[in-house]
């Protein structure tokens, strides 16, 4: 059975960092790229960063690019997100997403707040 658990959430400062984690299990973690979206009350979820199955590739926001880094440890069977320089437009709960077989599996979200 296919579980996502994301971790690393809290509450920090405009200009701050935080390093989010989603730990995998259930599936051959290696061969599936992993996302992370985020979303906000009253909008859709949106994609923020995407890694290939062999983390060579990414594809961010265009509003995260240079502030957010998405990395994966496949002997870990994790995928993270370095975001630097966060604004309060960046607060949301964040998902990791994997898409395994037919069909995508999330996690229940980390909330991250940006405020002062």
């Known amino acids: 059975q296919v579980h996502l658990v994301e971790s690393g959430g809290g509450l920090v400062q405009p200009g701050g960092s935080l390093r989010l984690s989603c730990a995998a299990s259930?599936?051959?973690?290696?061969?599936?790229?992993m996302s992370w979206y985020r979303q906000t009350p009253g909008k859709e979820r949106e994609m923020v960063a995407v890694s290939t199955s062999a983390g060579g590739n990414t594809n961010y926001l265009d509003s995260v690019k240079g502030r957010f880094t998405i990395s994966r440890h496949n002997a870990k069977n994790s995928v993270y997100l370095e975001m630097n320089s966060l604004k309060p437009e960046d607060t949301a709960v964040y998902y990791c997403?994997?898409?395994?077989?037919?069909?995508?599996?999330w996690g229940q979200g980390t909330q991250v707040t940006v405020s002062s």
């Open positions: 259930g599936f051959t973690f290696s061969s599936v790229p």
């Open positions: 997403r994997a898409w395994v077989g037919i069909r995508d599996y």
